[in-house]
């Protein structure tokens, strides 16, 4: 039947292809190709829709996006003759290339396939996107052996990442196989391994000239990372003419590789992963000076406060620095040096995270809370902590005052800020009029057994300060002491405040509070949209008592969210908008509110 369409069909035109290229179109083709829900097309429709593909039966466009998400390596094997493998031990591949020789016919139409492939993911677990299986991998590299061409060369993405030292020693020799003209992303988990350093350094100048996105990090992050030379790394960074965009943990033993980084002429992203002291350059020339976001992760805050002088890009925009455990030494140096930076008005975001996802990840496959914070412990060594290590002055927010256009600032550091006060608070957030999200938190999975070791001194009146001086604010996160009981005074200025009326999501963590319902009747004063209020925080066992805080707290801070959009709809019905309009009534099983008809004299400490 195939041939009798063949030979009475007619090409495809532009038309056609513009009519049939829909998603619609595309959907109704794969729900007929197999399951529904992984579109696993079937071997003969396979072969079917590459032969038709080549003659025009269907159209280019539509074959396009028919594959777009179809990057396996197993459809391939599945169009090559079934002879040509052992389909006895499907995870033991045994190529029976003695008795069965591979012919370009029989490479024909996986190779008609491949060319059609853009994105390839050999990752190297069943949690990462597009996960293959390392059997199915190595098949299809056992019959590559037999004949040596690109398989794909419209490829423009590719994550070469094999699952053990072993399988990375197995497939280095077909890496310049997958690596064509079109290649732009390409991220490689490093091995130390000459065969992969010797076949990666011999890929083409052409296309590592054409790479715009670059990841190179070790299987191990965290202990005992793998490190290519400085010479090996230099000269490919040397390669990479068109880069924007690299990652890398790859920083040698000293601050050569750096500074070919920072030579990089159209680098815009940068992600350095446990940069040391010895890795910061130490020169005068110009480096990173077209740079537009620098993030550094499981790197010493006072590390990253001696690169940011040699950055000269005045079209930094975005500053993000995650290290576990850094000392409020180390942030203050930090905090101190962004001022440094060429053109701090032009930056639009700071976030400094005392959370590494590296320490994160080597550690958190411990099933519980008390296992993680056991095994941060015994990474870090820091077994003699004491809390003023980690204290950090509120003043040190005052460095900031230049970075008058961020849109966001996220500051969630060990202890959080000793000494912010609403003064304090009120004077620096009148620099950032155009932040649309703030942190200033503790970090709440602090390993530590560490109590907070200065007093919460914000109160209610920072949320009046919040909406008078950031207006466009969406989400926030402060520590405050909600628990004394709001006074005439302070709410006749909540009634005078501008209204702040994008703020949807606050974070208080373990603030106290007492009265749920006075609290929700202020904040629904000055943030009508405001749904979300996420409290408590995660501590150690070993904290019993704070824990029980805690709990009791997150649980009062939940009883004034359940009641905002009812207050939020009160406030919006009352003329004038006047404390003594509205009353409350406590149920002892529900909470009502309403407007009263007639007015009332009501005394407002009582009422609220």
């Not at 350094?201 to 990090?217: F, G, K």
């Not at 008390?370 to 003043?395: M, Q, R």
Request: proline content about 7%; hydrophobic content about 45%; aromatic content about 8%.
């Amino acid at each position: 039947m195939s041939s009798e369409i063949i030979s009475t069909t007619r090409p495809s035109t532009l038309a056609v292809d513009s009519v049939c290229a829909i998603p619609g179109f595309v959907h109704r083709i794969l729900e007929h190709l197999g399951d529904e829900g992984d579109f696993d097309a079937q071997d003969a429709t396979l072969r079917l829709l590459s032969t038709l593909g080549k003659t025009h039966i269907v159209p280019t466009t539509a074959f396009a996006m028919l594959w777009h998400t179809l990057h396996g390596l197993k459809r391939v094997i599945n169009m090559m003759p079934r002879e040509l493998f052992d389909g006895n031990s499907p995870r033991q591949w045994k190529p029976l290339l003695e008795n069965a020789r591979v012919t370009l016919a029989d490479w024909e139409r996986p190779l008609f396939y491949l060319s059609h492939v853009h994105e390839l993911y050999l990752n190297q677990g069943p949690n990462v996107l597009d996960h293959f299986p390392a059997y199915h991998t190595d098949r299809i590299f056992a019959t590559v052996r037999c004949n040596n061409v690109l398989l794909t060369p419209n490829l423009h993405t590719l994550s070469w990442t094999p699952p053990n030292i072993i399988q990375a020693e197995r497939w280095a020799p077909f890496l310049h196989l997958f690596v064509g003209p079109s290649l732009r992303t390409f991220h490689m988990l490093v091995d130390n391994s000459l065969t992969v350093r010797d076949i990666f350094n011999r890929l083409p100048d052409n296309v590592c000239a054409q790479l715009t996105c670059v990841i190179l990090e070790s299987r191990s992050l965290c202990v005992g990372s793998t490190r290519w030379t400085a010479f090996s790394v230099n000269r490919f960074l040397g390669r990479l003419r068109d880069a924007n965009h690299v990652s890398t943990d790859q920083l040698s033993i000293n601050d050569s590789v750096l500074v070919g980084l920072g030579k990089l002429a159209n680098l815009t992203f940068v992600q350095l992963i446990s940069m040391k002291g010895q890795n910061v350059p130490i020169t005068s020339d110009p480096l990173f000076r077209r740079l537009e976001h620098l993030h550094t992760i499981g790197t010493d805050p006072e590390h990253v406060a001696e690169l940011l002088p040699v950055i000269w890009s005045h079209a930094l925009e975005v500053v993000s620095v995650n290290f576990l455990l850094g000392t409020g030494k180390s942030y203050e140096l930090l905090l101190e040096a962004l001022p440094h930076l060429p053109a701090p008005e032009n930056v639009k975001e700071i976030c400094i995270n005392d959370f590494d996802p590296v320490t994160y990840h080597a550690i958190g496959r411990r099933r519980s809370l008390e296992e993680f914070f056991a095994a941060a412990k015994d990474l870090v060594s820091h077994t003699t902590a004491k809390p003023g290590d980690y204290t950090i002055a509120a003043t040190c927010l005052r460095a900031l005052a230049e970075f008058s256009n961020l849109t966001r600032l996220f500051l969630v550091l060990p202890l959080g800020f000793a000494g912010l006060t609403d003064t304090l608070l009120d004077e620096v957030t009148k620099n950032w009029p155009s932040l649309q999200s703030m942190s200033l938190l503790p970090q709440v999975s602090f390993p530590l057994d560490l109590h907070r070791p200065f007093p919460i001194e914000l109160t209610l009146d920072a949320f009046i300060t919040i909406a008078t001086n950031c207006r466009n604010l969406h989400t926030l996160g402060l520590v405050i002491d909600a628990s004394a009981p709001l006074s005439e005074e302070l709410c006749q200025r909540a009634l005078a405040a501008p209204v702040c009326p994008q703020l949807f999501h606050i974070e208080v963590l373990d603030s106290p509070i007492q009265s749920p319902h006075p609290v929700a009747r202020f904040l629904a004063s000055l943030f009508p949209r405001l749904r979300v209020i996420h409290a408590g925080a995660d501590v150690p066992l070993a904290c019993g008592p704070m824990a029980a805080l805690s709990d009791y707290f997150e649980r009062t801070w939940y009883s004034v969210q359940v009641a905002l959009p009812e207050m939020a709809e009160i406030w919006a019905r009352v003329p004038g908008k006047s404390w003594k309009d509205i009353k409350v009534v406590v149920d002892d099983d529900d909470l009502r509110w309403f407007e009263e008809e007639t007015d009332s004299e009501v005394d407002v400490e009582e009422d609220w």
